[in-house]
């Protein structure tokens, strides 16, 4: 508060030279700012079950466990996209309507009254999945089905549903694959779309999904190895299918036990998972990542950070974050360029975006021919080459 | 109405204030009465009167209220009203106190005139709960999400902006309803549904899930949320175990009115009573009691404090009223064959427009209610009573003929219910006037030119029912097939059918939803009766009760009702074939390629020749080799 009201007082009457100065050191603080990592200062989750019909009941009761795990920790509603693909809590089958457990003990109902869900049913697509991750939507989206995440953002994906060697199926009919997943990671963090980000899979093979990740700052873990399967945990007899999975409700038992402000590290979470109880080995691969996993609380990921930046003046705009006119005194610099630096994000975003919109020339004319109107050709000319290809050679042959 | 008592005092301001067509004219009486205030305090006195009655209407209002009415199944139902209203948008700028800042923004960004957005799950049972009520008309919506909008803009930006549109509600509502985006899904009806100057756009989503998700945002547009007042009963799994629910959300704009936006939720609920063994409806057998807390699992404790007024209506149906008449006794709430739990804080009798009396309503007010004290109002029944319903004159109901996956027809079926006869005699020479209005998707090709009509059994030909016909044929994978037709049947007629003939067409592979086999859907049709109005008149009503709900059952409607929605199996291609395909064919090719790459490439005689060769040197090579261990061996011993 203090120094809020110091600055314009201060700046009040200086001499020409000392703004001079003031504006230079402003200017050099922000260059070297640029270049040194962000800051964690936001955190995301984007929670996914990818498999529909009742029998997969399952899968939701994960993904809900998990989006209350994480609201309850502190992030809130609108940094966490949910992805279901089937509706499990008013389907005519259950006999709890608008409820969902992931426990036959009925004590929490994970679909209270406050979930909202961003993208469901056929929605949950590959498409969609890959273009959240990468930001790329139509321009009608609105902001809540959107990740706006940045350089200082963490952030958590959870994907759980059916999956095999180095793949993972979305509603029964398409498959994410290991390169498409590295590849959308890849965007992401060319896009300054994260500071780290902490992938978490349930299902059969989830290790496999991990192998094509290059992108630093990139921890995975999975609950199974290669050729493993993973198992649901139990059966509820009134609901009359498995509730929940054995990795997600292991993970949900460690985390019973904390609250928002508690230090446990991301080690004991990964060493928490024991292979008998699992019923398949608990893989996490953490050669991208650089911290040591001891010293990482999970509620870097799994929580919210809230830092609150004081400015000292009121929100002005994208503009003032090239405004040197503002009067600073020489010890506010240091606070001020994150303020400055906080300020230029979603500029750049907007930049990006901008950036996005306008392809080179050869992706342009590559896209137009991926355009669904266009495939049928291209199909068509390849089959032609093809027939040409095979009469030349059996002319040759004989 | 709020214009009419608005009119008066603003005239009388203009006669003194010379800038009086401003738009801020109310604000100026307090510079006008210090100008007169030597001359004349009587005129100050009229002027702050003025100002006071006109500054009302121009808050921002809220009300809440719930009409709960048994049903003759058994059942009963629950319909929750909550209005908020904005003053015209020019006055209070983009501030707003009760207002839902999300809707107003809505409203100014896309420019709508009107719109309403139904999540309905279950199907309105029109032959038990009604089809010629207010409650019928305007509240029983087709299952799914139904949205359709009226835009006050130029004809050439309308769908690019009803996209957008989707996508907003989507992102409000928690729902897919930015699959309405595609012209393949939405459609430009002209007087079918609504009589409109091609502003209105329409789309339905038959298989839409609606849920505790699809409430939750629904609810936040209210000013006390579900924390106070008549939404506090909202109890998530009471309402979704029920036979039937709908919520919706209408709005109208328009620049004398300002934004009104009326939320409902209509509910079929089975009571929860103690004995199951009143389950099975029987003659003879008591009607279950049910009371707030059976149906809801909750009291009402108090009003949401701002709102203007909270009211709980329970209404006993034309057949009840009719029941107890007969019997000689008066309605009060403690009566021969019922009595409610609470003494009503005022009644009400209504008024079908061709009935003299049709229903009577209960009042209670919230807000004499708290927590210490809360209101549980329920009826008991002590004596048995049967009634039954008012139907629309027609039963409309639709399915599907024909077998196979390449053709079918789809029927329209209309069963009489005879109601003409009790209302007007029956002139033997009278029709009866019937809207349709259907939308099909593309891939089921309909061809409108195989309409056939048959009553009571023997077919007509088109031009005797059919009066007017707007047909906007589909497109493949662009336009949905649109049938707006207005028919006229005679009044003796028991049973209408009318047959419509269409293809099966080819999805690409891309298309076809994950969960394909299951079927596809069409959206059900409306069918409308326009010399039928479902409008209530409560004579003894004071007209400054102000409540919204009742205003709604007054305002004029025609009676309609939604058909079934129909599910079209469609020839779905087996989707691993491809790979398959692709497997074995690659199969093929390699080994072709292989074997004739091997034929190209490989000279048989020049083979053995390096075979050879390689010999030789292997052979020298050898004898090198053994020459020189002879000569090592030797020179060791």
Redesign the interface.
């Known amino acids: 508060m203090a120094f809020g009201r110091r600055s314009p007082r201060s700046s009040r009457h200086p001499p020409a030279l000392a703004i001079v100065t003031a504006l230079l050191l402003a200017f050099l603080f922000s260059a070297a700012a640029s270049s040194t990592d962000a800051m964690h200062n936001n955190n995301w989750a984007v929670l996914v079950c990818t498999s529909r019909f009742w029998f997969n009941y399952r899968h939701m009761a994960n993904t809900l466990s998990l989006y209350r795990t994480v609201k309850r920790l502190g992030i809130p509603d609108e940094r966490i996209i949910l992805m279901l693909a089937d509706d499990m809590a008013c389907n005519p089958r259950n006999s709890y309507p608008a409820q969902v457990f992931n426990n036959e003990n009925h004590q929490l109902n994970l679909y209270g009254d406050n979930v909202e869900v961003d993208y469901r049913g056929y929605e949950v697509t590959v498409e969609n999945f890959l273009r959240v991750l990468t930001g790329r939507h139509e321009s009608a989206v609105p902001r809540s089905k959107r990740v706006l995440s940045d350089e200082g953002s963490h952030i958590l994906l959870y994907m759980t549903g059916h999956g095999g060697d180095e793949f993972l199926k979305f509603q029964d009919s398409e498959e994410l694959q290991s390169h498409d997943l590295a590849d959308a990671v890849k965007q992401m963090k060319e896009k300054h779309r994260f500071k780290e980000l902490l992938i978490m899979v349930d299902t059969c093979q989830a290790a496999t999904l991990f192998s094509q990740l290059q992108s630093p700052g990139v921890l995975a873990i999975g609950s199974s190895m290669k050729g493993e399967n993973s198992y649901s945990h139990h059966l509820d007899s009134d609901i009359g299918v498995s509730v929940v999975d054995r990795f997600t409700y292991y993970t949900l038992a460690f985390f019973e036990k904390l609250n928002m402000y508690s230090n446990a590290s991301l080690n004991s979470l990964f060493t928490s998972y024991n292979p008998s109880m699992l019923m398949s080995t608990a893989y996490y691969r953490m050669d991208l990542y650089e911290r040591p996993l001891n010293e990482v609380p999970v509620t870097n990921f799994f929580g919210s950070v809230m830092k609150t930046l004081h400015t000292d003046s009121a929100y002005t705009g994208f503009l003032a974050a090239h405004d040197y006119a503002t009067p600073l005194s020489v010890g506010d610099n240091l606070d001020d360029h994150f303020m400055l630096k906080d300020r230029s994000t979603p500029r750049r975003s907007n930049i990006e975006k901008e950036a996005q919109l306008t392809p080179h020339g050869w992706t342009e004319v590559l896209l137009e021919q991926l355009e669904g109107k266009n495939t049928d050709t291209v199909v068509m000319y390849g089959l032609g080459g093809m027939g040409i290809l095979l009469a030349l050679s059996t002319w040759l042959s004989m | 109405m709020a214009a009419h008592s608005r009119g008066h005092p603003a005239m009388r301001e203009r006669e003194f204030s010379p800038a009086g067509t401003s738009p801020y004219w109310w604000i100026r009486p307090c510079a006008g009465p210090i100008l007169f205030l030597s001359l004349l305090f009587l005129f100050l006195f009229l002027f702050t009167a003025a100002a006071a009655s006109a500054a009302a209407p121009e808050e921002e209002k809220f009300t809440e209220e719930l009409l709960l009415r048994p049903l003759p199944d058994r059942k009963a139902l629950a319909h929750f009203h909550f209005r908020s209203s904005a003053p015209p948008a020019a006055s209070v700028g983009r501030h707003h106190h009760l207002f839902p800042k999300a809707i107003s923004q809505l409203v100014k960004k896309y420019h709508i005139s009107e719109l309403e957005l139904s999540f309905t ?1 279950g199907r309105w049972n029109y032959e038990q709960w009604g089809g010629f009520d207010p409650m019928s008309t305007n509240n029983a919506k087709p299952p799914g999400v139904e949205l359709w909008a009226v835009f006050d803009l130029p004809l050439s930006e309308i769908d690019a902006t009803w ?2 549109l989707t ?2 509600l ?3 509502f ?3 309803i ?2 309405l ?1 595609s012209s393949t899904a939405f459609s430009a009806p002209r007087w079918g549904f609504k009589l409109n100057e091609g502003n209105l756009r329409y789309g339905a989503l038959p298989r ?6 699809n409430l ?2 629904w609810l936040k547009l209210l000013p006390c949320r ?1 924390k106070a007042g008549i939404a506090s009963l909202l109890y ?2 009471s ?3 029920g036979y039937y629910h709908s919520q919706k959300l209408k709005l109208r704009s328009s620049q004398s009115l300002g934004i009104i936006l009326d939320q409902t939720l209509t509910v079929v609920l089975q009571p929860n009573t103690v004995s199951g063994e009143q389950l099975h409806s029987n003659h003879g057998q008591l009607q279950p009691n049910w009371s707030m807390r059976h149906l809801f699992n909750r009291k009402l404790s108090g009003k949401c404090l701002v709102s203007k007024s909270s009211r709980v209506f329970i209404e006993v149906d034309k057949g009840i009223v009719d029941n107890v008449n007969k019997s000689g006794s008066d309605l009060s709430w403690s009566n021969e064959f019922f009595v409610l739990s609470n003494s009503p804080d005022k009644l009400i009798k209504g008024q079908n427009h061709v009935e003299i009396q049709s229903s009577f309503l209960y009042v209670y007010d919230a807000s004499n209610y708290t927590e210490e004290k809360p209101l549980d109002v329920g009826i008991t029944w002590k004596l048995p009573l049967v009634w039954t319903c008012t139907p629309s004159p027609f039963h409309a109901s639709r399915f599907l003929m024909g077998s196979g996956n390449e053709r079918g027809s789809i029927a329209l079926s209309f069963m009489s219910t005879n109601l003409h006869k009790q209302i007007s005699g029956s002139p033997t020479d009278c029709s009866i006037k019937a809207v349709i209005f259907q939308v099909v998707p593309w891939y089921v090709k309909v061809y409108y030119h195989s309409l056939e009509i048959f009553i009571d059994g023997s077919r007509k030909t088109v031009s005797e029912v059919v009066d007017k016909i707007h047909v906007i044929p589909s497109e493949d994978k662009l336009l949905p097939g649109t049938l707006e037709m207005l028919l006229r049947f005679p009044c003796s007629m028991q049973s209408g059918t009318l047959t419509l003939d269409f293809d099966k067409g080819f999805l690409h592979i ?1 298309e ?4 394909a086999n299951q079927g596809f859907d069409i959206p059900s049709a409306l069918v409308s009766f326009p010399e039928f109005s479902s409008a209530r008149s409560y004579p003894e009503i004071d007209p400054v009760l102000g409540s919204p709900l009742l205003e709604n059952f007054q305002e004029d409607s025609v009676v309609k009702s939604y058909t079934e929605v129909l599910l079209v199996p469609l020839t779905t291609p087996d ?1 691993s074939m491809p790979y398959n395909v692709i497997t074995f064919t690659c199969t093929v090719l390699a080994l072709y ?1 292989g074997s ?1 790459l091997n ?2 490439r490989r000279r048989i005689g020049e083979e053995e020749r390096e075979l050879k060769k390689t010999v030789v040197i292997l052979k020298k090579w050898q004898l090198l080799a053994s020459i020189l261990y002879r000569k090592f061996v030797d020179e060791l011993f």
């Open positions: 799950q996209k957008n996508h907003t989507s992102g409000l928690c729902a897919s930015n699959f985006e839409e899930a609606v849920c505790t998700e939750t945002p579900d998530r799994p309402i979704y175990k891309d076809y939803p994950p969960d989707f390629f004739l034929a190209l």
